[in-house]
């Protein structure tokens, strides 16, 4: 079995993202990630156990004795959360994932209260938590250190496993695990995801929740890709190449009424403006068309649903919260169960919770 320990940084960072996946499985896992850091990881396979595994974890919590035997699961172990970039949904989901497993708790949210004021490196922080904790969880602007801190602590005395909560604009793994649950239960009576048409609006060129999705849906049969939005802020290329490798059945356009009328899924995002190299520049695209209120909601069908990865501002009208279709709420609560889900299985858990008797 490949191990981090087993090859060089320039070399496994060279690698394509699916071959790096051996490298990050954890040991007598069944493929199962040890570090989680690209979507890459996950095949359905590996995809529908997580998922049956944050079902049983929801179905324990609902009685007390359940949720008192899952706190003990994992109640010898202390998970960092690092996020040196804002986030308010993100920190709290993984923190209660944390709370449900009996998991201990630190976290550093802003580098101004902790070493790197002084001039220390992330690296260096990093390194510096592995001593006191047992997983480091971490949401970061900057590209690739999640995947750079697992080499390291790999090849450290103290090998602990990174989950990786938002790096850069290019992955969210754990967002997109959670999409795919919404999806896994919201179509549970509808045959699942196979067959499905999915359309994603707003942001897509900087949208990290997109890129990491739209490669996980490549794991189910017939699932139709639809890309909605400005040309400014259209579908990267590299995510166009990876669908067109893969034979998926996608489309690029900027009609987003047309694609609603077809939709089983429609995936709203915010404009990223965070991300814009001169300031205001994402002010002057026009935005207009690619909202979703009142009328997409008449078009859209009677089983199909709304999501949107939050925060959102004004891409979904509020007019919509309250139809039975929005989803993006539920949204929220499935990241707790699925993100529990990960961690359990990270630590090797997962076999002991299917099994338990609750």
Request: glycine residues 6%; contains cysteine.
């Amino acid at each position: 079995m490949a191990r981090l320990t087993d090859i060089g940084w320039n070399e496994f960072h060279a690698l394509p993202l699916e071959a790096k996946r051996p490298y990050l499985e954890r040991v007598e896992g069944e493929g199962m990630p040890y570090h989680t850091l690209f979507a890459q990881q996950f095949d359905r396979p590996i995809l529908e156990r997580l998922c049956a595994l944050a079902n049983r974890i929801r179905f324990i919590n609902k009685s007390k004795e359940g949720a008192l035997y899952l706190k003990n699961v994992l109640a010898h172990k202390r998970a960092m959360l690092y996020f040196s970039q804002p986030s308010s949904r993100t920190f709290l989901s993984h923190l209660a994932a944390c709370q449900i497993l009996g998991v201990t708790t630190g976290s550093v949210r802003d580098a101004a209260t902790s070493s790197e004021f002084k001039g220390e490196s992330h690296e260096d922080s990093i390194r510096t938590f592995s001593s006191y904790f047992d997983m480091i969880i971490m949401r970061s602007p900057e590209q690739g250190l999640a995947e750079k801190m697992a080499w390291e602590l790999s090849n450290s005395s103290r090998p602990i496993p990174i989950l990786n909560a938002g790096s850069g604009k290019d992955q969210h793994p754990t967002q997109a695990l959670l999409d795919i649950y919404t999806l896994f239960r919201s179509f549970e009576n509808r045959d699942g995801i196979d067959g499905k048409t999915v359309v994603f609006c707003g942001d897509l060129m900087r949208g990290r929740t997109v890129r990491s999705l739209s490669y996980l849906l490549t794991n189910f049969k017939n699932v139709r890709q639809v890309f909605v939005a400005p040309q400014e802020l259209q579908v990267p290329a590299d995510v166009v190449m990876v669908l067109a490798k893969k034979g998926v059945d996608f489309e690029v356009t900027d009609d987003l009424r047309a694609s609603v009328r077809t939709a089983d899924a429609v995936y709203m995002t915010r404009i990223q403006d965070e991300w814009d190299e001169s300031k205001g520049a994402s002010a002057r695209i026009d935005t207009s068309r690619f909202k979703f209120g009142a009328e997409e909601l008449k078009l859209l069908p009677k089983d199909g649903i709304i999501m949107h990865p939050l925060p959102r501002r004004d891409e979904i009208a509020t007019c919509c919260d309250h139809d039975p279709r929005a989803m993006y709420w539920r949204q929220m609560r499935n990241g707790m169960w699925i993100r529990a889900a990960l961690i359990a299985s990270t630590f090797g858990f997962e076999k002991s919770i299917m099994d338990c008797g609750y």
